[in-house]
């Protein structure tokens, strides 16, 4: 069994960088955690208020606190910080090697959308709200087995929002049973091809930060080595 994960981000045109944020941890007792946050606004505001939301959510889970517990310190931590004046959404995938299970925290109003090894396309879009305006709000979560041919998708608004302005208009569990049809089934190809249809809707002018993760588990042989990739523009 092999873990693949590609992420594919592009900023708000007209803006000097992307206001979300993404990061990956290692979990002290085995597997990887990675954490998307879209801070309020987009720009340098944006970007400032999701990396603050990142970097507490990364220490909390590099602690071995739980990622229910970590996304509600997060929500503390900017409710202080901003006095509830300002949000930001959250989302947090576990490869968690203790449970065996794929663990999905979310704070957005975004689902995760999984394809299961039956073939099944779930939207987990039970509801749930953005972090740092109430101080009690708690995450959504679901876990799914940790099993070959599951595949979770997780992004920000902006994918669903591209060649719109209030509604969402890109069908993306629709968008990606197509893809998965066409025989795009690893990470990297999902991520990109998400993002170059997101970017075609917007005419290549992204009305909003785009960020799309993909993870997938894969039947696979391994020489045990852990490989990062990663393509930064400058």
């Known amino acids: 069994m092999l873990i693949q ?16 944020t993404l990061e990956m941890i290692e979990r002290p007792h085995g597997g990887i955690s990675l954490v998307l946050a879209d801070g309020q606004s987009s720009g340098r505001a944006a970007k400032a208020i999701s990396n603050l939301v990142a970097r ?3 220490a909390e ?7 229910g517990a970590a996304a509600r310190a997060a929500n503390d931590y900017l409710y202080t910080h901003r006095a509830g004046k300002v949000s930001a959404t959250l989302n947090i995938i576990s490869v968690d090697l203790v449970s065996k299970t794929l ?3 979310r704070n957005s109003p975004c689902p995760f959308v999984a394809r299961l090894p039956t073939g099944e396309i779930r939207v ?19 876990e799914l087995p940790l099993a070959v041919g599951t595949i979770v998708l997780s992004y920000t608004d902006g994918l669903e929002l591209a060649g719109a302005r209030a509604s969402p208009v890109l069908n993306v569990p629709a968008v990606l049973e197509h893809l998965l049809a066409q025989g795009c089934q690893d990470a990297p190809c999902l991520a990109d091809r998400l993002l170059a249809h997101a970017l075609a809707l917007d005419e290549g002018r992204p009305r909003d930060d785009i960020s799309v993760v993909v993870l997938c588990v894969v039947d696979q042989d391994s020489d045990g080595a852990r490989r990062l990739s990663v393509h930064l523009p400058i």
């Open 5 to 20: 994960v590609a992420a594919a981000k592009v900023g708000k045109w007209g803006t000097s960088e992307s206001g979300d």
């Open 56 to 58: 507490k959510a990364l």
């Open 61 to 67: 889970l590099a602690e071995g606190v739980r990622d």
């Open 103 to 105: 663990v999905l925290t």
């Open 124 to 142: 987990l879009a039970a509801p749930s709200e953005p972090i740092g305006v109430h101080r009690g709000t708690r995450p959504s979560i679901a």
